[in-house]
C-alpha cells in the first residue's frame, strides 16, 4: 500500500479543512491522514472562516501545508442557517430572512448567491494563505461544476456526450412549448444551482398528461408557492405535476432530456466515478426503480463490475477517456465525480453531472485504498505536478 510521506518533509503537513462543520468527508480524510503516519486535519468552518478570514492564515504557522476544500452542505442542519448567512454576505445578496421559520431546514432556495458565496469563500482563501500552501479545489472550477447549465455547456464544447439540452424556460407553458419543438415528450428539470437531486423532476408528458417523479413537495402560496426537499421520491400527475414543475423553473433550471439508462436485473442505473488526480479511481454502481438513482433517495449500491461485464470494453474505456479528459481541463481540482451512464442498447455512454465534491463514496476500495485514503497517497505526486507547471495555491 502506497504510504504519504512522514511529517517531517511532507507537503500534506500540516493539513487544515475548511468545511461545512460536523462532515463526514472531512472525518473520512483526517483519518486518512493518520493511518498514513501523519497529524489529524485542523478544521474550520466556512462561517467563521468568512467572520475572521485571518483565522486560516493563522493555521499556517510555517507557510506549508495543504487546505482542503470541502463542500459547505455536508454539516450539520442545525449549522445550516449561518452557513447559508455567511456564504450569502460573501456573495454581497441579501439573505432570506424566511431562512430561520418553521419549516426552513427543507426549503429549496435558489441557490445562485450561497453558490456564488462558496466560490467567493475559496477565491478569499487562495487570497489568505500564504504562498507555499497548495489548495485541493479552485475557486472558478467549484463554480463551473455547481452551475448545472454552464457543467452541461463545458462538458458538451470538450467533446462529452450529453443529453440535449433545452433553451431555459420561465414556466410551464414555455417548457412545454420548447419539449414540442425538439420533439421531446421526457425530460428532467434540475434546480440551476444544487445537489444531491434535491429539487429536480423527471417530467413526461404523453397525450396531454403531465407526470412528474421528484423528491420536492410543493406547497402552494404566493406566487409559485414554495418547494421542500423530503428525501423520498412521489409522482404527481396532472394540475399538482405542473405546480411543482413550475415553481422549480421559478427558481432557475436547466432542462436536458431524459436519456433512457441501461439496466441490470431489470431496474435503470448508473455510475458515480470518481477521478483523483487525473485517474478514475472508485466507481459505484447505483440501481433505482425509476430514473433517479441517488442513493439517498432510494438507490441501491451495487458493483461496477456487474455492469462492466455486459459493456463492450471499448465503450466502458471510451468512458473512463471521456472522465480523463474532461478532468484534465481543472488542474486544480484534486478530484472530479462524474455521473454518466450507458445507454439501453449498452453501446455509448452519456454523462449527466460532473461534481466538485463527490467523494463521499463508502465500502468501495481502489487498489486497497478508500477514496479518502487514495487521495492521501496520491497527494504529493499531485502536489509535485502543479509545482512543476508552476500553479499557485
Not at 43 to 66: I, N, Q
Request: proline residues 8%; glycine residues 10%.
Amino acid at each position: 500500500m502506497t504510504r504519504a510521506a512522514g511529517p517531517a518533509g511532507s507537503p500534506l503537513t500540516p493539513c487544515v479543512i475548511l468545511g461545512g462543520g460536523g462532515d463526514e468527508r472531512a472525518q473520512g480524510f483526517s483519518a486518512a491522514l493518520v493511518r498514513a503516519g501523519l497529524p489529524p486535519a485542523r478544521f474550520l468552518d466556512y462561517a467563521h472562516f468568512a467572520e475572521a478570514p485571518e483565522r486560516l492564515a493563522a493555521l499556517f504557522p510555517d507557510g506549508r501545508g495543504l487546505l482542503r476544500l470541502e463542500s459547505p452542505g455536508a454539516g450539520s442542519p442545525e449549522a445550516e442557517p449561518r452557513l447559508r448567512r455567511a456564504l450569502t454576505r460573501l456573495a454581497g445578496a441579501q439573505d432570506d430572512p424566511s431562512g430561520d421559520a418553521p419549516g426552513a431546514a427543507t426549503r429549496l432556495r435558489p441557490g445562485h448567491a450561497v453558490q456564488s458565496g462558496l466560490s467567493a469563500a475559496i477565491a478569499l482563501a487562495h487570497r489568505t494563505v500564504p504562498p507555499g500552501i497548495v489548495a485541493t479545489h479552485d475557486a472558478a472550477a467549484v463554480a463551473l461544476l455547481y452551475d448545472k447549465r454552464a457543467c452541461h455547456a463545458a462538458m458538451s464544447a470538450a467533446g462529452l456526450p450529453v443529453p440535449r439540452a433545452l433553451p431555459p424556460a420561465e414556466s410551464v407553458a414555455g417548457l412545454l412549448k420548447g419539449m414540442r419543438a425538439a420533439g421531446l415528450s421526457r425530460v428532467f428539470v434540475k434546480p440551476r444551482f444544487g445537489s444531491g437531486a434535491a429539487g429536480i423532476a423527471a417530467l413526461a408528458v404523453s397525450r396531454g398528461e403531465c407526470v412528474a417523479l421528484s423528491s420536492a413537495e410543493h406547497v402552494p402560496g404566493d406566487g409559485p408557492g414554495t418547494l421542500h426537499h423530503t428525501h423520498r421520491l412521489r409522482r404527481t400527475r396532472g394540475a399538482e405535476a405542473l405546480a411543482l414543475v413550475g415553481a422549480i423553473l421559478a427558481q432557475d433550471a436547466h432542462v436536458e432530456q431524459w436519456v433512457p439508462k441501461a439496466t441490470l436485473g431489470g431496474h435503470p442505473c448508473d455510475l458515480r466515478v470518481l477521478v483523483v488526480a487525473g485517474e478514475p479511481a472508485h466507481t459505484v454502481l447505483r440501481l433505482s426503480d425509476g430514473p433517479i438513482t441517488n442513493l439517498d433517495l432510494g438507490g441501491r449500491r451495487a458493483e461496477a463490475e456487474g455492469l462492466r461485464a455486459l459493456a463492450p470494453p471499448a465503450v466502458w474505456e471510451a468512458m473512463l477517456a471521456d472522465c480523463r479528459r474532461f478532468a484534465a481541463l481543472l488542474p486544480g481540482n484534486l478530484h472530479v465525480a462524474f455521473d454518466v451512464a450507458l445507454t439501453v442498447t449498452l453501446r455509448r455512454h452519456v454523462f449527466f453531472e460532473a461534481n466538485a465534491f463527490g467523494d463521499l463514496i463508502r465500502r468501495v476500495r481502489h487498489q486497497g485504498h478508500d477514496p479518502y485514503s487514495w487521495q492521501v497517497a496520491r497527494l504529493p505526486a499531485w502536489i509535485a505536478a502543479r509545482r512543476s507547471l508552476g500553479l499557485a495555491a
